[in-house]
C-alpha cells in the first residue's frame, strides 16, 4: 500500500495551484469534470496534489490540527533552494539524525507544512 495523493481545499485555488507549479515543480495534469473547481497537480504520471477550490480557506487551530504535515521525496535539492530563494520563501532544513536523510520544511500559501526529503547520499545536498 501506498499514499495515492493529498486532498486540499482552498479559497485561494490559483495562488496554490501556482505555488505547488512554480515551487514544488509539479505540473498541472488531466482531472475529471467534477462540479466544484479544482486542479490536479502531478510529480511525472502521478496526481500528487488535488487541490478543491472552496469560499474559503477552512481554518484550523494549530492545538485541534489533525494532520500536521505531509511529506515526498525529491531529487534536485538545489533547484528547489534556488527556486524557493527566488520566490523569497522561508524553508527550515533538519538533517534526520542516524539517517541519510535532509528534511525541507516550507508552508504553502494556505500555512499547510510539506516538507520535501532528499537523499544526501544520492547526490541531494
Given at each position: ?68 504535515h505531509f511529506a515526498l521525496k525529491g531529487d ?50
Amino acid at each position: 500500500m501506498k499514499l495515492d495523493h493529498v486532498n486540499i481545499r482552498t479559497g485561494r485555488l490559483e495562488e496554490m495551484r501556482k505555488w505547488y507549479v512554480d515551487i514544488l515543480g509539479f505540473t498541472d495534469g488531466w482531472r475529471p469534470p467534477f462540479s466544484s473547481p479544482g486542479a490536479w497537480l502531478y510529480a511525472g504520471d502521478d496526481p500528487i496534489v488535488h487541490l478543491v477550490g472552496v469560499n474559503r480557506t477552512p481554518g484550523a487551530e494549530q492545538a485541534d490540527i489533525r494532520l500536521e504535515h505531509f511529506a515526498l521525496k525529491g531529487d534536485d535539492l538545489e533547484a528547489l533552494r534556488e527556486r524557493l530563494k527566488a520566490a523569497d520563501l522561508e524553508c527550515r532544513e533538519v538533517r534526520v539524525p542516524d539517517t541519510d536523510l535532509l528534511q525541507l520544511n516550507v508552508f504553502d500559501p494556505d500555512g499547510n507544512h510539506i516538507h520535501i526529503d532528499f537523499n544526501v547520499l544520492e547526490g541531494g545536498a
